[in-house]
């Protein structure tokens, strides 16, 4: 299975947890259903660690990936906690597409931060993307 594979299967169920959050957050407190969504995925992700014995690994990982792995979860909870909020206030049909504005960010931070090279094609798709989110958002 290729990356494309996964890369496919998570917009499966990023789109799922859209839909699905939207009816679950109808009525209850943004930050509270962020919480539970959060706990969920804390228990599962480490069952899955722990059925493949993976969490053995945990002494071997340096300051480096702690640090940044550590940010990376702060700045994933702060999106889910702005996601769900957005998702309570407007349509899950125009959340969704400026959310995914992430992908023209990723593009231009992997080019200035991680060396990745910046192509005529890399930079027609992030206008399609930006475009096609503004439409969405505002349709």
Known sequence: MTWIFWAVLSAVFAAATALLAKVGVSGIDSNLATAIR????????????IAFEKHHALAQIGRRSWVFLVLSGICTGLSWLCYFRALQMGPASSVAPVDKLSVVLVILGAWLFL???L?????????????????LAFA
């Open 115 to 117: 060396g990745e090279q």
């Open 119 to 135: 192509t005529p094609l890399k930079v027609g798709g992030a206008s399609l993307i930006t475009i096609g989110a503004v439409i």
């Open 38 to 49: 959060t706990t969920v995925i804390l228990i599962f992700t480490w069952a899955i660690a």
